[in-house]
């Protein structure tokens, strides 16, 4: 009997991964100013799905003590979607100079979910302010000179790796994280 899991095909299974990840980013740099704010609304909508899972006692959760809380995977979300979205599209930030996760008042089932929606708001509404010319334009984000297309673009991917991390502790809390969104 084959292994399902050869070197090979940890190997195969890695790179169509990567590949899937670059098309779908691309799909997404492509497509009109229009349909990166549906990205992100159903970006918020999924990552809503999956505050929602989370019981109200399992914000505090840590799958190991290093690891940062349910709760701060979350509110880590929602100071990128500030942080990143401000660099990428000229906004100002909100929370300039303060850091959600470490935030006591923000722990909170509601508290958090509220911040963690009030940022997926803070992006799209701030996407919907810039003109498709100026999606082209170059801005600095941290070192990085970058279009801020793209600069939107890496602040999707690092919500989508966050809100996957969490699938972890949903599942260790027994819950069922939600079905895929991908659509």
């Given at each position: 009997?084959?292994?399902?899991?050869?070197?090979?095909?940890?190997?195969?299974?890695?790179?169509?991964?990567?590949?899937?990840s670059?098309?779908?980013?691309?799909?997404?740099?492509?497509?009109?100013?229009?349909?990166?704010?549906?990205?992100?609304?159903?970006?918020?909508?999924?990552?809503?799905?999956?505050?929602?899972?989370?019981?109200?006692?399992?914000?505090?959760?840590?799958?190991?003590?290093?690891?940062?809380?349910?709760?701060?995977?979350?509110?880590?979300?929602?100071?990128?979607?500030?942080?990143?979205?401000a660099?990428?599209?000229?906004?100002?930030?909100?929370?300039?100079?303060?850091?959600?996760?470490?935030?006591?008042?923000?722990?909170?089932?509601?508290?958090?979910?509220?911040?963690?929606?009030?940022?997926?708001?803070?992006?799209?509404?701030?996407?919907?302010?810039?003109?498709?010319?100026?999606?082209?334009?170059?801005?600095?984000?941290?070192r990085?000179?970058?279009?801020?297309?793209?600069?939107?673009?890496?602040?999707?991917?690092?919500?989508?790796h966050h809100?996957?991390?969490?699938?972890?502790?949903?599942?260790?809390?027994?819950?069922?994280?939600?079905?895929?969104?991908?659509?």
């Amino acid at each position: 009997m084959k292994k399902l899991f050869s070197p090979f095909n940890l190997l195969l299974m890695a790179l169509m991964a990567s590949f899937s990840s670059a098309m779908a980013l691309d799909g997404l740099r492509t497509n009109s100013k229009e349909q990166m704010i549906a990205e992100f609304e159903r970006a918020k909508a999924y990552t809503r799905e999956y505050l929602d899972a989370m019981p109200a006692d399992g914000y505090g959760y840590k799958p190991t003590e290093e690891m940062r809380s349910f709760a701060q995977q979350m509110l880590h979300i929602a100071g990128a979607n500030y942080g990143l979205g401000a660099a990428a599209t000229g906004m100002a930030n909100p929370y300039e100079g303060k850091n959600l996760e470490k935030m006591d008042e923000m722990q909170s089932k509601e508290m958090c979910t509220k911040a963690v929606d009030d940022s997926y708001d803070f992006l799209i509404n701030s996407i919907k302010n810039l003109s498709d010319d100026q999606l082209s334009e170059t801005v600095k984000i941290f070192r990085w000179d970058m279009s801020r297309e793209d600069g939107l673009m890496k602040t999707f991917e690092h919500q989508t790796h966050h809100r996957g991390q969490t699938t972890v502790y949903l599942r260790l809390k027994g819950v069922t994280p939600p079905a895929e969104k991908l659509f």
